[in-house]
């Protein structure tokens, strides 16, 4: 799917995949990137907490809100990521966060959403391919 060979890691012949680096979205929107155990988050939004939990950036009700400087978390000792890092003390990684970020965005394409093509009934398979207008003749 995404062009990285999980082999190695499925047999165990290997603790690590070949990926360095994981891009979150929502949508067509770049929320975070991780880059080995580092997680740099340019938007959040709340989610399925309730308003009651303790964290309120955590609650549904909670906006999109961007992050300029991004968010960046150690992933590994921090894994609900509930703590962001001084970014000042980690510019090298932020460097190479925002560089992979770059060249990502510079390479990315999105397609059409296809989610909806079910509903059509042009998609709706027919043993008969001349039929036109499909709804009108493709009785199968």
């Known amino acids: 799917m995404d062009g990285y060979d999980l082999t190695p890691v499925l047999t165990g012949e ?3 995949g070949p990926r360095e680096e994981m891009f979150y979205y929502s949508g067509h929107m770049l929320m975070a990137i991780r880059q080995h155990k580092y997680k740099a988050h340019f938007w959040t939004k709340g989610g399925l907490c309730r308003n009651s939990y ?3 950036d955590c609650w549904g009700s909670t ?3 961007a992050h300029d400087p991004p968010l960046l978390f150690d992933v590994e000792f921090d894994t609900k990521e509930r703590f962001p890092l001084d970014i000042k003390q980690y510019q090298t990684v932020m460097e190479s966060i925002m560089a ?3 060249e990502h965005e510079k390479k990315m394409t ?3 959403g296809e989610m909806n093509l079910g509903q059509k009934a042009e998609n709706f398979p027919c043993c008969n391919p001349d039929c036109k207008p499909r709804n009108g003749c493709c009785k199968c």
């Open 100 to 102: 992979l970020k770059e």
């Open 54 to 56: 303790h964290d309120q």
């Open 14 to 16: 290997s603790e690590m």
């Open 63 to 65: 906006p999109l809100t």
């Open 110 to 112: 999105f397609s059409p």
